[in-house]
């Protein structure tokens, strides 16, 4: 784990994990509003090979609502970001942006408490869909 990212390694394939990873966070009360593919995107901006890996814009609406309510701007931090990427043919790393390390940017001022629970809640959520993911299959 990185100090701003929850992180797993599955030993599945990529493809498999991503379903895994949307069935999961469903299950945790997030729905996916964004996908990125970053190996498309790059092959066709750059023309460059890289493994596959999406970005997941996960959202959990109560938790986005509470949040914009204690502090508008936080919306620049939302969605919550999932990447799934392919270490090789069987394994998979899934590492989300980690609620905590969001607060560094935000949880100053009079609204800090309420933007600390709502990531804790957050926090609580991807942690969960990410452990499940290791013992499912």
């Known amino acids: ?36 593919d970053l190996r ?9 090979d890289v493994v596959p890996q999406v970005i997941l814009g996960a959202c959990r609406p109560e938790l986005a609502h509470r949040a914009l309510g204690a502090e508008p701007s936080i919306a620049a931090l939302l969605p919550c970001n999932v990447v799934v990427r392919a270490v090789d043919e069987s394994t998979t790393v899934v590492e989300a942006f980690d609620p905590d390390a969001m607060m560094s940017f935000a949880a100053e001022g009079k609204n800090g408490d309420a933007l600390r629970a709502v990531a804790a809640d957050a926090r609580e ?3 969960a869909a990410l452990a499940a993911l290791e013992g499912s299959k």
């Open 125 to 127: 959520r991807l942690t």
């Open 40 to 48: 498309a995107t790059l092959k066709k901006k750059l023309d460059v």
């Open 1 to 36: 784990m990185t100090d701003y990212t929850i992180r797993t390694t599955v030993a599945r394939p990529y493809a498999e994990t991503v379903e895994a990873v949307r069935a999961r966070l469903g299950e945790a009360g997030f729905g996916v509003l964004t996908e990125i």
